[in-house]
């Protein structure tokens, strides 16, 4: 099973809402990712967990705040965002154990957020 | 600074008609070389890893190589259904992973 599920697949929040991303995997994989992706460009790295610790925090703002609460759960939680923070948000997990940038990653199909 | 460079940015082929994608890369200790697919609103659906100059990895009608500045993605008589845009992403040795522009390709039938 190489399989990551993300919920919800659409979400439409105003700037003052406060919602949440989900994303889960049971590929027994330690390390996982969030991505932020706008129409036509690639993927762009936000957050690193690996051994479900903040590893890489790529001077995300702080509207944006990751949580790990187990090995095989990664959620996003969103508050007072922009409108330029509309995208496509991609969860994805690579193996466990060594670096985590020498290994594959597996991509969930994304969160189509739309910021109004 | 780490980079990742992708060319064509498109490219358009007839079905049956064999090309090469290149990505040209330039990293701080590179942990590994990866190629995706994604196609429109999905997630990128990996494809290979490649770790050292001289490394080839096949699949169906695609095949990667790797040297120490650039990896080629070969696809052989391609299909419509190859159809997407295929990205290439390194890992360095700060576990940031890097990724390419992506080339988007399209198979005319």
């Known amino acids: 099973d190489t399989e990551v599920t993300q919920t919800p697949k659409h979400l439409v929040m105003g700037m003052t809402n406060k919602k949440s991303l989900k994303c889960e995997q049971h590929?027994?994989?330690?390390?996982m990712y969030w991505y932020k992706q706008k129409a036509k460009k690639p993927p762009e790295l936000m957050f690193v967990?690996?051994?479900?610790?903040?590893?890489i925090n790529e001077s995300v703002p702080s509207r944006f705040s990751p949580e790990c609460p187990n090995s095989s759960l990664l959620n996003l939680h969103l508050h007072a965002l922009q409108p330029e923070d509309s995208a496509l948000y991609l969860c994805?997990?690579?193996?466990?154990?060594?670096?985590?940038?020498?290994?594959?990653?597996?991509f969930g199909p994304g969160t189509r957020l739309t910021v109004t | 600074e780490d980079q990742v460079t992708q060319s064509p940015e498109a490219l358009r082929l007839q079905e049956g008609e064999s090309s090469s994608l290149n990505c040209s890369y330039t990293?701080?200790?590179?942990?590994?070389l990866f190629w995706y697919r994604q196609d429109p609103g999905k997630g990128p659906e990996f494809l290979f890893t490649?770790?050292?100059a001289g490394e080839e990895k096949e699949k169906e009608r695609l095949k990667a190589t790797l040297t120490k500045k650039e990896s080629f993605l070969h696809i052989t008589a391609p299909k419509p259904e190859d159809s997407a845009t295929y990205l290439c992403?390194?890992?360095?040795?700060?576990?940031?992973?890097?990724f390419g522009k992506g080339t988007r390709l399209h198979i005319l039938p």
């Open positions: 994805a997990s690579s193996q466990p154990g060594g670096r985590a940038s020498s290994y594959e990653q597996y």
């Open positions: 590929m027994g994989h330690r390390a």
């Open positions: 967990y690996s051994y479900e610790k903040l590893s």
């Open positions: 990293v701080s200790g590179l942990r590994g």
């Open positions: 490649l770790y050292s």
């Open positions: 992403a390194v890992g360095n040795r700060d576990d940031k992973i890097i």
